[in-house]
C-alpha cells in the first residue's frame, strides 16, 4: 500500500515510535487482511465483528497504537495510524471502522487525569474502549464526583470494551459554580465508565457497517469520580490534566482532528479493496454483450479515477497531519480557520469516496448485484460511513464558509 510512505513524507513523526515499530505495525495489519475478508460476512450476519477479528486486532497490539509509553504503548505517530486503520479496511470496512474509533480513545484517555489512566491501564494494558460523544448524558454533581443517567447511540464496539467514554453535561441547576452562571456555556463532558455499570441494547441493525456493532447503551444513576471525567473546555485549551504526565508532542494534537479522520479512514481503505477486488474480477470477465470487460472505455475510466483520487485523498491527508504535528511539536495548536479546512476536507473525501463506489458498483453489472462477492458490501459500507454525523460536508463548509464571510460562530469541535 503505497500510502504508508505518503503519509509519512511531509515531516518527522512527533512521537517515540521507531521506523521498524511502526513497519511491523503495518505488517501485522496487513497480515490480518485475508482473516478479515473470510469473516465480513459474519460481521454482517451477527451485526458485530467475529470475536475470532477482535481477539486477532487485539493480540497484534492494533488496539494500543496511541497509548502512552509509560503503560506499554508504542505511542505510534497518527500518520501510521491511519495508514493501518486504512489498510484493515481494505479487508473489512468494520474491522478498520472499530480498530480506528476504538483505538483512538487510547489519545483520548491520555488527556485524562492520571488516575483515570491508572484505573484502566493499571489493571490491564491491554483494555478495550468504546465511546459515545454525543452528549446526552445528564450528570448532577455529588461528593467526590457525578451521578450519571442517560442513553447513548452508536457505540461502536460496545460489545467488546472494557470501559466506556459517554459524553453528557452536568446539570447547571445543580452545579452552583460558574457554570450553572446564566448565560455560562454548558459544562461539557466525557466520562468513562465500566462496562460493566452500563447496559448494552442489542438494537443495531443497518444496511451498512453492520459488523462495527454500534448498539444503544443505558446507564442509571452511577457515580462517576470526578478524575474520570475530560472536560470538553480543557480539551479544546489544551490544559486536559493528563498532559503534565504524558508530554510527547503526539497528545499536544486536536483530538476532533484525529476523531474525524476516523471515520474518513476506513472509507478510504475500503475503496482501495473495492478497487483492489474490481480488478481481480473483471480482468478476465467478459460482459453479456461479448465484449471483454477489461476493454469496457467505461471501466477503463473509473479505475483510473478511483486510483488518481485515492492517491490525491491520501497525500492530502498527510500533508494536513504533518502540518498539525509540526504545531504540536513546538508547543503550539493550529488556527481555527487552519483546523475548519482540514475538517472539511476530511470530509469531503468521506463524500468523494461514496461517489467513486457507487460508479464502481454500477461498472460491476449484475455482478455485483451477488453476495458470492465483496462489492455491495463494501458501497454500503462506505455510504454508511458518509452518514455519519462528523461526515456531512455540507454543515463543515457552510461553518467554514460562515467564518470566512465574517460571521461565524464559536466552533470548538476542532
Not at 30 to 54: E, N, Q
Not at 93 to 104: K, N, R, Y
Not at 219 to 242: K, N, W, Y
Request: net charge negative; glycine share 10%.
Amino acid at each position: 500500500m503505497q500510502n504508508a510512505s505518503v503519509f509519512r513524507s511531509f515531516s518527522a513523526p512527533p512521537s517515540a515510535a521507531t521506523e521498524e515499530s511502526r513497519a511491523a505495525a503495518l505488517t501485522r495489519a496487513r497480515t490480518l487482511i485475508p482473516l478479515l475478508r473470510s469473516k465480513a460476512g459474519d460481521g454482517d450476519r451477527d451485526a458485530r465483528l467475529s470475536p475470532i477479528v477482535m481477539d486477532a486486532m487485539r493480540s497484534a497490539g492494533l488496539f494500543r497504537l496511541l497509548q502512552p509509553l509509560r503503560y506499554g504503548g508504542p505511542e505510534l505517530e497518527p500518520e501510521s495510524f491511519f495508514v493501518i486503520q486504512a489498510a484493515l479496511a481494505e479487508g473489512d470496512m468494520s474491522a478498520g471502522w472499530l480498530q480506528g474509533v476504538m483505538g483512538v480513545l487510547a489519545f483520548h484517555l491520555a488527556l485524562f487525569d492520571e488516575r483515570a489512566q491508572d484505573d484502566v491501564w493499571g489493571e490491564d494494558p491491554d483494555a478495550l474502549l468504546a465511546c459515545s460523544y454525543m452528549p446526552t448524558g445528564k450528570a448532577t454533581p455529588v461528593g467526590g464526583g457525578f451521578q450519571l443517567s442517560g442513553r447513548w447511540g452508536f457505540a461502536s464496539g460496545s460489545d467488546y470494551c472494557d470501559w466506556l467514554m459517554l459524553a453528557g453535561s452536568v446539570s447547571p441547576e445543580t452545579a452552583g459554580q460558574e457554570a450553572g452562571a446564566p448565560g455560562a456555556p454548558p459544562d461539557l463532558r466525557v466520562f468513562l465508565v465500566p462496562r460493566a455499570d452500563a447496559l448494552v441494547h442489542d438494537n443495531w441493525d443497518t444496511t451498512g457497517l453492520r459488523g462495527t456493532g454500534s448498539q444503544d447503551v443505558t446507564v442509571e444513576s452511577i457515580f462517576v469520580p470526578e478524575h474520570r471525567t475530560h472536560r470538553h473546555v480543557d480539551r479544546f485549551l489544551g490544559t486536559s490534566p493528563g498532559l503534565a504526565i504524558n508530554t510527547a508532542p503526539l497528545y499536544r494534537l486536536p483530538l476532533p482532528q484525529l476523531l474525524f479522520r476516523t471515520i474518513t479512514m476506513p472509507a478510504v481503505g475500503a475503496l482501495r479493496g473495492f478497487l483492489d477486488a474490481f480488478l481481480d474480477h473483471s480482468r478476465a470477465r467478459v460482459a453479456v454483450t461479448g465484449q471483454a470487460v477489461a476493454r469496457d472505455p467505461v471501466a477503463q475510466l473509473i479505475v483510473a479515477e478511483v486510483e488518481a483520487s485515492l492517491d490525491e485523498i491520501t497525500v492530502m491527508m498527510g500533508r494536513n497531519f504533518a502540518r498539525l504535528t509540526d504545531y504540536a511539536r513546538r508547543g503550539e495548536q493550529a488556527p481555527i480557520p487552519q483546523r475548519m479546512v482540514y475538517r472539511l476536507q476530511a470530509t469531503m473525501a468521506a463524500e468523494r469516496c461514496t461517489l467513486l463506489a457507487a460508479r464502481l458498483f454500477k461498472a460491476c453489472g449484475a455482478s455485483g448485484l451477488a453476495k458470492s462477492h465483496p462489492f455491495g458490501r463494501y458501497l454500503a459500507d462506505i455510504a454508511a460511513a458518509r452518514q455519519h454525523a462528523a461526515n456531512q460536508n455540507e454543515a463543515q463548509g457552510r461553518a467554514l464558509g460562515a467564518l470566512m464571510l465574517g460571521v461565524g460562530a464559536e466552533d470548538t469541535v476542532l
